[in-house]
């Protein structure tokens, strides 16, 4: 069993929908969780973070992490053309260094 | 703004080949990993470094070695360069644990080997 799991898509919806991104996990000792936007032939950029459980908005944006039910959401309100990128989740320990990451999830909003 | 910067954007090079990838960040962070992207199976880490000369293996660290001789430069070294290492390599630094966690890419390298 992989220690994150997500949905690879592709996701494709209207411009203006809200859009709901998930990811679930094994390891209960995650702590720190991480929503990473990629465009096409780049390399990631973070988009959220957030540490243990709870809800963090950032804009359009808002990331969710329920810690009991190992299962982590990012929505994104009246998407945009912009969105349009692969969308990655990734989660890590306090312990180690070491980096978890979802397959990722293609968006495609259209006009 | 935070950076970390890949020597080259777009790579060609023939199997056999010696191949060096270099990164570079200037967030003086401690942590360094190079990962592989390929569709349908993600991000894949190859090695990472918690310290100068310190080097960790991650998952499919076969056929790749790595130098960290300084704190702000990592190199990827394919020492034999076959097909089926053509992908996108990213790399990426975070501090160390404890702090705020999160890992800042580069732009990433495709390499193409022919």
């Known amino acids: 069993q992989k220690e994150v799991e997500q949905d690879p898509g592709p996701l494709s919806v209207p411009e203006g929908a809200i859009v709901s991104l998930n990811c679930t996990y094994s390891n209960s000792a995650f702590q720190y969780f991480m929503w990473y936007r990629q465009y096409s032939r780049k390399g990631p950029e973070l988009l959220m973070y957030?540490?243990?459980?709870g809800n963090k908005e950032d804009g359009r944006f808002t990331a969710q992490v329920d810690k009991s039910s190992k299962y982590i959401s990012l929505f994104i309100r009246d998407s945009q053309p912009s969105d349009s990128a692969t969308y990655l989740c990734?989660?890590?320990?306090?312990?180690?260094?070491?980096?978890?990451f979802g397959s990722g999830t293609k968006l495609n909003v259209k006009p | 703004d935070v950076k970390v910067t890949q020597s080259s954007r777009y790579l060609v090079k023939r199997t056999g080949e010696k191949v060096f990838l270099e990164c570079v960040q200037d967030?003086?962070?401690?942590?360094m990993f190079w990962y592989r992207q390929d569709p349908g199976l993600g991000l894949r880490l190859i090695y990472f470094s918690y310290d100068v000369k310190m080097k960790e293996k991650g998952d499919i660290p076969e056929g790749y070695s790595v130098s960290r001789e300084k704190k702000e430069r990592f190199s990827l070294i394919l020492e034999s360069a076959s097909t089926n290492q053509t992908s996108m390599y990213l790399c990426?630094?975070?501090?160390?644990?404890?702090?705020?966690?999160?890992?800042?890419f580069g732009p990433g390298t495709r390499l193409t080997v022919l």
């Open positions: 957030t540490y243990s459980s």
């Open positions: 967030m003086d962070h401690e942590n």
């Open positions: 990426a630094s975070s501090l160390t644990s404890g702090s705020r966690n999160e890992q800042f």
């Open positions: 990734a989660m890590s320990s306090y312990n180690f260094n070491k980096f978890y």
